[in-house]
């Protein structure tokens, strides 16, 4: 018999990490990476309506209303891959209405990873920030250069990546944070986010190694 499936989530203020570690995780666990943010950036470039009121929100750093980004990923969690392979939730919840619409569908975490980085490295991070559009990698121009000149060439920046817009959205993630937190304490594994990402992986990669034998050791031995 199977040992069930990881559920983890992963959190942290803005560029503390969060899209970098989930790349990692999901590479060697093999969880659905489910990241609230780039599903509302997925319905913005799909133009629904959704998507043209979630970008009034996110412009301003604010957080986009629960009727959107509740059922979004609610829909991703029920997904059969998400069942079969265990999921890997990333910016979500940001409020505890959000945390307890995720209670009630009966979606619990094993795992609440909490990325701590000092302000004045965040900043740095959010302004150096590049995408790939082709891979979907995340670059940093200090950090994380591009390997190629063809991929530096076609690196983009994030709408929401200025110094002005990043204050705002701190503010948004102080203002929530601690009600956030509160409800995992029993499950939070807080981890350094401000090494390199190797280290920071890591650490991530003890508590999951860790996890993973404990679920393990429940089915017993035969
Ligand atoms: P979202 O897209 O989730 O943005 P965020 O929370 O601000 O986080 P980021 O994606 O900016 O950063 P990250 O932690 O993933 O860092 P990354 O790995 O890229 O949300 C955007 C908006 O959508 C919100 O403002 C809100 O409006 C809305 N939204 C999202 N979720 C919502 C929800 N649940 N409810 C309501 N609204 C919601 O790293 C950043 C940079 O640093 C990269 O360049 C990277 O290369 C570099 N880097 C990473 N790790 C290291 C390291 N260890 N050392 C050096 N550099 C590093």
């Given at each position: 018999k199977k040992a069930e499936p990881l559920r983890i989530m992963i959190s942290g203020a803005p560029?503390?990490?969060?899209?970098?570690q989930c790349e990692l995780i999901t590479d060697k666990y093999g969880l659905v990476h489910i990241a609230a943010g780039d599903l509302l950036r997925a319905e913005i470039?799909?133009?629904?309506?959704?998507?043209?009121?979630?970008?009034?929100?996110?412009?301003?750093?604010?957080?986009?209303?629960?009727?959107?980004?509740?059922?979004?990923?609610k829909e991703r969690l029920n997904?059969?891959?998400?069942?079969?392979?265990?999921?890997?939730?990333d910016g979500y919840p940001r409020s505890s209405s959000?945390?307890?619409?995720?209670?009630?569908?009966?979606?619990?975490?094993?795992?609440?990873?909490?990325?701590?980085v000092p302000e004045e490295i965040l900043v740095e991070r959010v302004v150096g920030r590049r995408l790939d559009p082709v891979t979907?990698?995340?670059?940093h121009l200090k950090y994380s250069p591009p390997e190629t000149e063809e991929i530096?060439?076609?690196?983009?920046?994030?709408?929401?990546d200025t110094e002005e817009k990043v204050k705002l959205r701190l503010h948004t993630h102080h203002q929530n944070v601690e009600a956030v937190l509160s409800l995992y304490k029993d499950i939070t594994v807080k981890v350094n986010?401000?090494?390199?990402?190797?280290?920071?992986?890591?650490?991530?990669?003890?508590?999951?190694?860790?996890?993973?034998?404990?679920?393990q050791g429940k089915l017993g031995t035969v």
């Open positions: 560029a503390s990490g969060k899209g970098t470039a799909a133009g629904s309506e959704n998507g043209k009121q979630a970008k009034e929100y996110m412009d301003k750093g604010k957080l986009v209303p629960d009727e959107i980004v509740v059922t979004m990923v997904g059969l891959d998400s069942q079969e392979k265990g999921w890997l939730l959000q945390a307890i619409a995720l209670k009630e569908f009966g979606f619990q975490p094993d795992l609440f990873i909490l990325l701590e979907g990698k995340i670059y530096a060439a076609r690196l983009t920046q994030r709408f929401d986010g401000s090494a390199s990402k190797q280290d920071v992986f890591a650490q991530i990669d003890d508590a999951l190694t860790q996890l993973q034998e404990q679920k």
